[in-house]
């Protein structure tokens, strides 16, 4: 799955959300989510934000690993 990282932060630009086709990413508190489960990997997403704030979840830079986990844990145990 695709992931949100920490530029989304408190910038929540939102186009992410207009992009995806299968609506999967939610707004939280100070960033948005993407749901690892619904997720169809098809990329869209990742070109449109300005912050470049999101990643593959397989090449997402070391500096920025701990937010596969936070965007899992937001949504809770599968
Ligand atoms: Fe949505 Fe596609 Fe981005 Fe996944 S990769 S969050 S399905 S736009
Ligand atoms: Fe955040 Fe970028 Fe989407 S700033 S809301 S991940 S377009």
Known sequence: ???ITDPCID??????T???PVDCIYEGG?????HPGECINCGLC???CPV???SWDEEIPQ?????KAVNQDFFGPD
């Open 46 to 48: 990742l070109s449109v």
């Open 18 to 20: 207009v992009a995806c």
């Open 11 to 16: 910038v929540k630009d939102g186009d992410c």
């Open 63 to 67: 500096d920025r690993v701990q937010f």
């Open 30 to 34: 100070r960033m948005f989510y993407i």
């Open 52 to 54: 470049d704030a999101i």
């Open 1 to 3: 799955a695709y992931v």
